[in-house]
């Protein structure tokens, strides 16, 4: 058993000396006089342009330049370059995002997920299920680590991930071509395409820049049909192979206007369609990491589509910057989900005597509106911020698991045209927040920030619902509305202009939600065994505060960088899902408490000229403080998909060859331990190991293009990246498996001009 007062010292001197220890053996060793500084970068994490070594917040920030020589194609791959980012990715544009351990099953997501200014997190039926906006044309990707609460507001309980895009150049024609061509072992061939052209319309006044880009990625995993009588076998007769491919296409386009220094406005577009062949999941029992097959007797496509509308302006009045983000986001998800398994698992065998197939098509749609208004300036010693902010949120569901057609006269069925399950659902969700955070220099080294946001939410819920497994018709609606303030206090002190050490003190919240369509008959029994007398009609906003500890210092005339943070959380109210397991319903209730505590590290350390090391780590102690009735949940628990060890190391090589020509050779590894999928160690569901990966790039770089050979997956090792359940009934005898892309071997190719 581990001493929790060594782990805390382990932790305290693993966020607060390393620096110290590696300074004193590079000193020791003697530096390269001649390597390049740290490469400088630029965040707007504070809604103002800020040196990242000079923010006191836990932050890392992916630089266009790290993306596009890592490969990364999506947020899962960002996660494994940023300490105590934890991506539960099922699928392609299906991810839960985690940060610091804050996660629990239940209510809208712990992560805020921006796009320059605009929220994309879902709620309502997409909540949990953030999508992958592409990674083109962004000028990095930055991720806060701890509560955002007073900025960013709610859903921003353990941190915000924002991509920052390229915006476009007044002065200057110029642009891309890219392509990719890759094989996947095990499953085919893959390629994708993009084009990007920044035209001036109106030297210095006027500006487009425009982006299109298409990806298709074949397959891995088999489909075989469902053995009549056996549900955990594959039956008799021809297979679908590779069968999850993946289609996703889009584009970027925006307009700068400038008619002067003091205005400009930007009007943007991006739309974005990911097409799924099928689950990227395999069957267990029958399939198996050796033997990736799913059997399903219903194909299973779906279609994830974005379209994002914003107009930024920005102006500046005196000494005073405002800006104004205007979006308007429509996203709609369509999934068709086999369960043959549910029908033949609850009838048989009587009436059902053999597997039937038995497809069930879902529907979910978002449709916001978000207006963010900011002024900010400095004077004299103090920087100030204030804003407004106003979202209304337009949530739509639909459920329909009909009878298939001639079940009835197969069994003898008396359901007529009573469906298995039908429903349809719409939501509503208005939220209003003022904020403001001031920062003073108290003297050129000590810096103090308060921050403060009041915000109210109001939401609205309606379900219709019926069919055999609802034990007929429900008609419930149901409303919430949650207020309250985040504060946020934090101190920095700046030993010398290379080392910067804060202690920050802030909170974080998520609003609660009703809970509408529990059927009461159906689920007596099981309410009562959690102690309900009548089904809830909602529940509660949970909150957290973060405690924090944190330096940034910078060594070796700044060939050196070393970034530590050490956290306690202390979480209430928990928003967990209550699984009632006699009816195959669920609701999500406010149980107990958990906290979280942890370390993170972040090093990047130029060795020479040529050679570029980044090394990340974080540990995390993330747990139930208490019981969770229904949620199966005791005191010392771990937090449900919160690793303990996550860690990173990446080193480039790059060195001039010729004339203008540089030959790079970069190494990405990462590895996680295992995480917990739920409280109940009986479950088939209960937990997923770790897992390490491995990714190798080589490539040349001539001025105006650039080619690389890379293997991703080197190692060709198996992740159980996620273990997605089903949106009708999840089966005690069989799971689904989400796997990692196998080994994929390409090449990269990109033309500047």
Not at 397 to 409: D, E, H, M, Q
Not at 534 to 555: Q, V
């Amino acid at each position: 058993m581990f001493d929790r007062t060594k782990l805390t010292r382990a932790a305290l001197c693993a966020a607060l000396v390393p620096s110290v220890l590696m300074s004193q053996r590079l000193v020791a060793a003697g530096a390269d006089a001649g390597s390049q500084d740290i490469e400088e970068i630029v965040v707007t994490a504070r809604k103002s342009s800020e040196r990242l070594q000079d923010v006191p917040i836990s932050i890392t920030a992916v630089s266009e330049e790290t993306l596009q020589r890592s490969g990364a194609e999506t947020i899962a791959d960002i996660a494994r370059e940023v300490p105590g980012l934890n991506v539960v990715a099922a699928a392609p544009g299906q991810n839960q995002l985690i940060i610091r351990g804050v996660s629990s099953s239940g209510g809208v997501p712990t992560v805020g997920y921006y796009i320059d200014d605009t929220p994309i997190q879902s709620t309502g039926n997409l909540a949990g299920n953030a999508m992958d906006p592409a990674l083109f044309d962004l000028e990095r990707v930055e991720v806060l680590r701890g509560p955002q609460g007073t900025l960013y507001g709610a859903s921003s309980m353990g941190g915000t991930v924002k991509y920052v895009t390229r915006q476009p150049d007044l002065n200057s024609t110029s642009g891309y071509v890219k392509t990719s061509l890759s094989d996947t072992d095990g499953g085919g061939f893959n390629y994708e395409v993009s084009g990007l052209v920044n035209q001036p319309l109106m030297a210095g006044v006027a500006a487009l820049r425009a982006i299109v880009f298409y990806r298709d990625q074949d397959g891995y995993i088999d489909r075989h049909p469902i053995d009549r009588t056996d549900i955990l076998a594959a039956g008799a007769g021809p297979a679908a192979n590779n069968v999850n491919t993946e289609r996703t296409w889009g584009t970027r386009i925006s307009v700068e206007i400038k008619p002067t220094d003091a205005f400009s406005i930007t009007p943007s577009i991006f739309i974005q369609r990911t097409d799924l062949g099928a689950p990227f999941t395999f069957d267990a029992p029958p399939g198996s990491f050796e033997h990736p097959i799913q059997t399903r007797d219903s194909s299973e496509p779906s279609s994830d589509k974005l379209e994002l509308y914003t107009v930024t302006m920005n102006g500046d009045a005196g000494a005073v910057h405002i800006t104004s983000s205007t979006a308007y986001r429509s996203r709609r998800f369509d999934a068709v989900e086999d369960d043959s398994k549910v029908s033949y698992f609850y009838f048989s065998p009587v009436p059902q005597s053999y597997v039937y197939p038995t497809p069930f098509d879902n529907y979910f749609a978002n449709h916001d509106f978000t207006e963010e208004v900011r002024a900010s300036g400095d004077f004299g010693p103090v920087h100030g911020l204030v804003g407004l902010f106003y979202q209304h949120q337009d949530n739509w569901t639909s459920y329909n698991l009909p009878i298939p057609a001639g079940y009835n006269a197969a069994f003898g069925t008396p359901f007529g045209d009573t469906p298995f399950y039908m429903g349809v659902g719409s939501a509503q969700l208005v939220q209003r927040a003022a904020y403001g955070e001031v920062n003073v220099k108290i003297t050129p080294q000590l810096q103090a920030t308060v921050g403060l946001r009041t915000f109210e939410v109001k939401q609205y819920d309606h379900a219709i619902t019926t069919g055999v497994f609802n034990g007929g018709l429900t008609d419930n609606a149901g409303t919430s509305k949650d207020n309250g303030t985040n504060p946020k206090f934090s101190l920095s002190y700046a030993i010398t202009p290379d080392a910067l050490t804060y202690a920050t003190v802030s909170k974080g919240f998520r609003q609660g939600g009703p809970i509408p369509g529990l059927p009461s008959t159906l689920c007596a029994a099981d309410l009562a065994a959690i102690g309900l007398s009548a089904p809830p009609t909602s529940f509660k906003s949970d909150t957290l505060w973060n405690y924090e500890l944190g330096a940034k210092t910078g060594w070796l005339d700044r060939k050196l960088t070393v970034d530590t943070a050490l956290y306690y959380i202390k979480w209430t109210r928990l928003q967990q899902l209550v699984a009632l397991p006699t009816c195959g319903f669920d609701f999500t209730g406010n149980f107990g408490s958990a906290s979280s505590k942890g370390t993170e590290l972040e090093v990047q350390y130029n060795l020479s000229d040529s050679l570029h090391l980044t090394v990340g780590g974080a540990y995390n102690e993330a747990k139930l403080d208490s019981n969770v009735v229904g949620a199966q949940g005791r005191a010392g628990d771990t937090l449900e998909d919160a690793p303990r060890w996550m860690g990173s190391v990446a080193a480039e090589y790059r060195r001039e060859v010729a004339a203008m020509t540089y030959g790079f050779a970069r190494a990405d590894f990462s590895t996680v331990s295992k995480q917990y999928n739920n409280f109940n160690s009986g479950s088939i569901y209960y937990d997923r190991p770790g897992y390490s990966l491995l990714n190798l790039r080589l490539g040349v770089d001539r001025h105006l293009w650039e080619a690389s050979l890379f293997i991703d997956n080197a190692l060709d090792k198996h992740a159980e990246t996620a273990l997605p359940l089903s949106y009708a009934i999840d089966l005690p005898t069989t799971r689904r498996v989400s796997l990692n892309r196998p080994r994929t071997i390409g090449l990269d190719a990109r033309i500047n001009f």
